[in-house]
């Protein structure tokens, strides 16, 4: 069983940064297109960003990030990260990674527990 563990998340003031890492054991890593997804309080969980599979040479972003974050992968590490720069109060949410499929985003292994980032002054 694939176990997804998200790190790096925390309290930034505005303008800030954090980088979050997405660690995942067992499974082939390095098959699968990755995505950062969030859910605030009360929120749907949303898409962020996804990284192609393999080299990850593709990079998908959301319309509310594209510019601030960026996505990459270490596939030698098994890892996932999400460069935040330039945060916002309204980026202030728990943030989850997974292994995506197609167009739609499907997730495709049970959710970690996410990491917590809050923006705020």
């Known amino acids: 069983q694939v176990q997804l563990v998200e790190s790096g998340g925390g309290l930034v003031q505005p303008g800030g940064s954090l980088r979050l890492s997405c660690a995942a054991s067992?499974?082939?890593?390095?098959?699968?297109?990755m995505g950062w997804f969030r859910q605030a309080p009360g929120k749907e969980r949303e898409f962020v960003a996804r990284?192609?599979?393999?080299?990850?040479?593709?990079?998908l972003y959301a319309d509310s990030v594209k510019g601030r974050f960026i996505i990459s992968r270490d596939n030698t590490k098994k890892t996932v990260y999400l460069q935040m720069n330039t945060l916002k109060p309204e980026d202030t949410a728990v943030y989850y990674c997974n292994a995506v499929s197609g167009a739609t985003m499907t997730s495709i292994y049970p959710w970690g527990q996410g990491t917590q980032v809050t923006v705020s002054s």
């Open positions: 990284i192609s599979w393999w080299s990850g040479t593709s990079q």
């Open positions: 067992g499974g082939t890593f390095s098959s699968y297109a």
